[in-house]
């Protein structure tokens, strides 16, 4: 009878995994049950559970708003200021955690990026979907707030609201990317994130109107709205804050100069979004070059 021998000084290799964006689309099976894992995970062995998610952007509200509303009376001049933060802040929590969470993910998932032959992009798309996830409660609390203030949803408003959510998404996913990967060679990048998430804060607006910006740097104003973070908070905040504002406070506000909201805000909004997403194209490119290394070095 004939005999079959094994050449053993082949080496044996999984599969390469299937990489790239559209990828982890193709399964979003898997991609549900990591979503689903990381949340059954965030809230194992808490009595609270989901709450959490109510109680840590609510608990950061309550302290902007005492320390910069009421205690040092800085924005006595701006109406409903505390939905202008709330709003704002919903934002820059769900950039901070899809970035940070985003950056750990591969090194918190190394089992799976080692024995599962999917798309190790997969990893980061699933914080950023838990961060998104997250967003609902806060939004309910927003909306509420709003409601008791005379809000009303509009056809521009609700345009503003699912730009702002697609900016914010794209960024944020852009840099978990990107960080993600470089942080599985040099840990410093984890550390390097939670650096820069400190400056988000300040560089939207959220503890200051955007009219602040327009009355110090004029024409140079336009600068500001290059930053994509500032347009999405300006194009929620158009979404939430400004319908609460009565024909009373914009005449109020006009006449001492102030410009509420910026001029083309949803052109300003498109073209972010389009930065955002040529962006995300080039995360996508530094990870593909990155990725198969990640193994061995994990």
């Known amino acids: 009878a004939a005999t079959t021998t094994v050449r053993e000084d082949i080496p044996l290799r999984s599969p390469s995994p299937p990489s790239g964006l559209f990828a982890v689309f193709r399964q979003r099976y898997v991609l549900k049950l990591l979503v689903k894992r990381e949340i059954s995970a965030r809230y194992q062995g808490s009595f609270l559970g989901l ?14 708003w005492f320390v910069i509303g009421f205690l040092f009376q800085l924005h006595k001049d701006v109406p409903n200021f505390p939905i202008h933060l709330f709003a704002a802040l919903i934002l820059v929590h769900f950039f901070n955690e899809t970035f940070a969470a985003g950056t750990r993910s ?12 999917v798309p190790r992009e997969m990893f980061p798309v699933a914080t950023m979907l838990v961060s998104l996830y997250h967003v609902g409660p806060q939004v309910v609390v927003l909306v509420v707030a709003c409601l008791a203030s005379g809000w009303s949803p509009d056809p521009l408003g609700l345009a503003c609201l699912v730009l702002s959510l697609l900016i914010i998404a794209a960024v944020g996913l852009s840099g978990a990317l990107m960080f993600s990967a470089a942080n599985v060679f ?22 200051y109107p955007y009219a602040i910006v327009e009355e110090r740097f004029g024409r140079f104003a336009d600068y500001y709205l290059l930053n994509p973070l500032a347009d999405a908070v300006i194009l929620f905040q158009r979404a939430f804050w400004y319908p609460t504002l009565t024909d009373g406070d914009l005449t109020r506000l006009e006449a001492k100069g102030h410009v ?23 995360s996508q490119w530094v990870f593909s070059r990155l990725e198969n290394k990640i193994p061995e070095r994990l």
């Open 51 to 64: 709450l959490w998610s109510y109680i840590n952007p609510l608990t950061q509200f309550f302290i902007y």
């Open 260 to 282: 509420v909201m910026p001029d083309n805000l949803l052109l300003h909004g498109g073209l972010a979004l389009l930065a955002c997403v040529l962006l995300l194209g080039i």
């Open 106 to 117: 591969i090194m918190r998932n190394k089992a799976l990026v080692v024995k599962m032959a």
């Open 186 to 207: 040099f840990r410093d990048f984890g550390n390097i994130v939670n650096v820069l998430t400190n400056f988000v804060r300040f560089g939207v607006p959220m503890m």
